[in-house]
T-cell receptor, first 111, second 115 residues
Framework: QKEVEQDPGPLSVPEGAIVSLNCTYS??????FMWYRQYSRKGPELLMY????GNKEDGRFTAQVDKSSKYISLFIRDSQPSDSATYLC???????????FGQGTTLQVKP | GAVVSQHPSRVICKSGTSVKIECRSL??????MFWYRQFPKQSLMLMAT?????????EQGVEKDKFLINHASLTLSTLTVTSAHPEDSSFYIC???????????FGSGTRLTVV
């Protein structure tokens, strides 16, 4: 069993839809949770970072962490074609250690 | 913000040759850098962690003699793929630990093709 599980998709939605992306994990020591966006042949860029459980909102993006269920989510409201990319969840047990990534979910937002 | 510059972005080399990939932190000092490999439609797999002035720590299954990592200064880390083979063809990405925000900034990646 992988430490972090993420459905690779692809996920295709119409423009304006609400997108829900999810990851599950098995290591209860994880405390730092991140979502990265990666465009084709580019390095990942940090979208959201959450420490421990709870919600965090930044513009159209909302990240949720449920440590009791070992489940994290990223919601994208009013999705745009420019949101089409691969979204990777990542997590670590401390804020200076290595990140464990999910496989990434490919999202396509159709105009 | 923190920027990591990675070069080259793309390289094609012949089997048996060596290729060096550089990552530079442009506006901060990176005491720790991570090197990842990513195969198509797969996640980032950590290869090694390098700390300035000390030997890199390699993940299980990664050949340290094949993937040479040097972190000689606080702004530069290099990954050299020695005696490259076609199976080494992949997307290599570096990441530096910063003190801003959460702290990980990624380079733009290097697409290595070994022919």
């Amino acid at each position: 069993q992988k430490e972090v599980e993420q459905d690779p998709g692809p996920l295709s939605v119409p423009e304006g839809a609400i997108v829900s992306l999810n990851c599950t994990y098995s290591n209860s020591a994880f405390q730092y949770f991140m979502w990265y966006r990666q465009y084709s042949r580019k390095g990942p860029e940090l979208l959201m970072y959450t420490y421990s459980s709870g919600n965090k909102e930044d513009g159209r993006f909302t990240a949720q962490v449920d440590k009791s269920s070992k489940y994290i989510s990223l919601f994208i409201r009013d999705s745009q074609p420019s949101d089409s990319a691969t979204y990777l969840c990542a997590m670590s047990a401390d804020n200076t250690g290595k990140l464990i990534f999910g496989q990434g979910t490919t999202l396509q937002v159709k105009p | 913000g923190a920027v990591v510059s990675q070069h080259p972005s793309r390289v094609i080399c012949k089997s048996g040759t060596s290729v060096k990939i550089e990552c530079r932190s442009l506006d901060f000092q990176a005491t720790t850098m991570f090197w990842y490999r990513q195969f198509p439609k797969q996640s980032l797999m950590l290869m090694a962690t390098s700390n300035e002035g000390s030997k890199a720590t390699y993940e299980q299954g990664v050949e340290k003699d094949k993937f040479l990592i040097n972190h000689a200064s606080l702004t530069l880390s290099t990954l050299t793929v020695t005696s490259a083979h076609p199976e080494d063809s992949s997307f290599y990405i570096c990441s530096a630990l910063t003190r801003q925000g959460y702290g990980y900034t990624f380079g733009s990646g290097t697409r290595l093709t070994v022919v």
